[in-house]
């Protein structure tokens, strides 16, 4: 496979994208598209595991999908 050298400027615009993105010209014609390598990053959750066994034992608001979008419906 052939390669592509970033320069500095690319680079710290990759370096923040944390999702796929299309690569565009500037005319808008799709270049490739970009998939940054999350592997690197601790993406779990920001609340501590005793957080989550709490919320788990308080009980309450668990609601099906289908409960979701009849209260979604309700609501507009």
Known sequence: MSRVIV??????????????VELCDAE???L???????????LGPEISEEELDRREKEGGGRYTTQEVLERLEKLS
């Open 7 to 20: 320069d500095a400027t690319l680079h710290e615009k990759l370096a923040q994208i944390l999702h796929p």
């Open 28 to 30: 808008g014609h799709v």
């Open 32 to 42: 490739g598209q970009y998939i940054p390598d999350l592997s690197q990053y601790d």
